[in-house]
């Protein structure tokens, strides 16, 4: 198993960048950590797509990450705004206290 | 006030430290249950892709053999086998009895490049940094100690990319994630200048040691999923022309390739190939994605744009420019 890779240690690594992001996101308060931590689902999701797409010899599957890569550009830069517009009108990004929604 | 998972690992850690007499950061400690857990997973996982059978004469593998006309037509039969070898776990004794007896050589290896401890190594480093690296970023109270840490991570994943043969995504990955996205982080983290004091989710220890439990019980289930993906011999192509260890001699990038070679040295994760897919298969995908990011930049400037009353902020307008 230490010597001998195989796609099922890509596999693996990537289902457990997954779960730590998982993890941020369920455990971490401030809004930017959990941002960050979506990022890593994305990238192993991403790695995944990259793992199947070596294992079949298809190039699909670089055009998926590639788009996938765009997307998290797009989904940070708003997210980003939305933090920021969120910090403005209430001095803080704490998503535990952000519950107005919820009255 | 620190978090209550951040004591209790830092207790797990004076623990562990009682032997190695060293205190361990509870990141690193983190880190370590994880990798272990990666090993184990791997180590007990039943039915591995090492192990996907071929049957004696057919040339699935690239390790070196001479008969290249051969290499990606696998037959049905061993196409079968393995596919029914490999959702039964380790309960596949009769096959690999077969193969063993008829050609002792003949189990393909689906590893990526090689089986060479060089790889090995260099995977084993690259998995712990991208395991440690992200744990480090979802454990860090200061913001651009998490941000650094997040840029290593993707530099780590990077190197993983290119491990897989995507040379174009990992530079894309450093470019876009490391050099773009990270700079908005900081650029937001700079304006929002303020300590946060409590960094932790507020559902107490039990929700917390639940939610980690149950995000490590779907990781297991995860990665025995993944792990037993089934390899059937001829999904295991020849990487691309940039073939180290394919065992065939595949003419250099600039020259065409031949037609017999053709199925042999594709050009698998270079920019034209991912050009061609890109813009023959995917291209209203890729037109879409430019609409994407314009809406995006649209929306970034729309939501962040001061209201009149907040004094004029000059930094408004940060998050949109990227990609």
Partial sequence: VLTHITYGHFLVLAAVLFAIGAIGVMVRRNALIVMMAIELMLNAANMTVLVFARMHGDMGGHSFAFVVIAVAAAEAAVGLAIVVAVYRARGHADIDRLGALKH | ?323
């Fill in chain 2, 1 to 323: 006030m620190m978090a209550r998972i951040d004591q209790v690992l830092a207790r797990a850690g004076q623990v562990l430290a009682r032997a190695g007499k060293a205190r361990l950061a509870p990141a690193w400690v983190l880190t370590l249950a994880i990798s272990l857990l990666l090993v184990a997973v791997g180590s007990w996982a039943p039915g591995n892709l090492a192990h996907a059978q071929v049957a004696p004469g057919d040339q699935g593998d690239h390790a070196g053999h001479d008969h290249p006309e051969q290499a990606g037509d696998a037959p049905a039969a061993p196409e079968g086998q393995a596919g029914a070898a490999a959702p039964e776990g380790h309960g596949a004794a009769t096959p690999e009895g077969q193969a063993g007896a008829a050609a002792p050589g003949a189990r393909i290896d689906a590893t990526l490049t090689d089986s060479s401890p060089g790889a090995a190594l260099f995977f084993w480093l690259f998995a712990l940094m991208v395991v440690g690296g992200s744990v480090f970023v979802i454990t860090r109270r200061n913001l651009i100690s998490a941000v650094m840490g997040m840029v290593g991570t993707f530099f780590a994943i990077a190197a993983v990319f290119t491990m897989l043969y995507a040379h174009f995504l990992s530079a894309i990955q450093v470019l876009v994630y490391a050099g773009a996205i990270m700079v908005l982080f900081v650029f937001v983290i700079m304006i929002m200048n303020k300590p946060e004091d409590h960094p932790w989710g507020r559902v107490g220890t039990f929700g917390n040691i639940a939610a980690v439990a149950l995000v490590l019980y779907l990781l297991v289930r995860m990665g025995t999923v993944l792990w037993n993906v089934p390899v059937e011999p001829r999904m295991v192509r020849p990487p691309s022309r940039v073939a180290i260890t394919s065992g065939i001699e595949c003419p250099p990038p600039e020259q065409p390739v031949p037609l017999e070679l053709e199925r042999h040295c594709p050009d698998f994760g270079t920019t034209k190939a991912i050009g061609d897919s890109l813009f023959h298969e995917y291209l209203f995908p890729f037109e879409a994605v430019s609409l994407v990011l314009l809406i995006a930049v649209i929306g970034a400037l729309a939501v962040a744009r001061p209201h009149e009353k907040s004094p004029a902020a000059p930094t408004a307008s940060t998050p949109s420019p990227n990609a």
